[in-house]
């Protein structure tokens, strides 16, 4: 995902949050259903972000539900620690201080810096 790409997805109204990534953990976590009684597993992936808010570098906290998966074990997370990504949030609360968002399906995606957009994809030539 490219800056220009990002912009258009903000001007949209989308809440993007860009920053680098520190770490990732996955766990179990759940609930009961009030109206039926039944307990709702499934995996919470929790990545730590560095980002820009009120002028300093600060942490954020993003969390995503996988709700087909039970195993903590079973979730692959290929992303790579110190590089940038865009998480499109469906909504944030700020908590003393700590900012706190959460992502749908839609996971983090790693956004491509001026050189690496500059580059010609592989397998393709160069130009002249």
């Known amino acids: 995902m490219t800056e220009a790409e990002i912009t258009k997805e903000v001007m949209r109204g989308r809440l993007v949050v860009v920053g680098e990534l520190r770490g990732t953990h996955a766990e179990s976590a759940g609930y009961v259903n009030r109206r039926t009684g039944e307990a709702i597993t499934y995996v919470r992936v929790i990545y730590l972000i560095e ?7 600060d942490r954020a906290v993003v969390t995503q539900k996988w709700i087909d998966v039970e195993d903590p074990e079973l979730v692959n ?6 590089k940038l990504y865009a998480f499109f949030l469906e909504g944030f609360r700020l908590e003393r201080g700590v900012f706190t968002g959460w992502i749908g399906d839609r996971g983090p995606e790693p956004i491509k810096t001026d050189e690496e957009a500059a580059v010609a994809p592989e397998g393709a030539t160069a130009a002249p």
């Open 51 to 57: 980002c820009a808010c009120r002028g300093m570098l």
């Open 77 to 82: 997370l290929p992303y790579e620690k110190g």
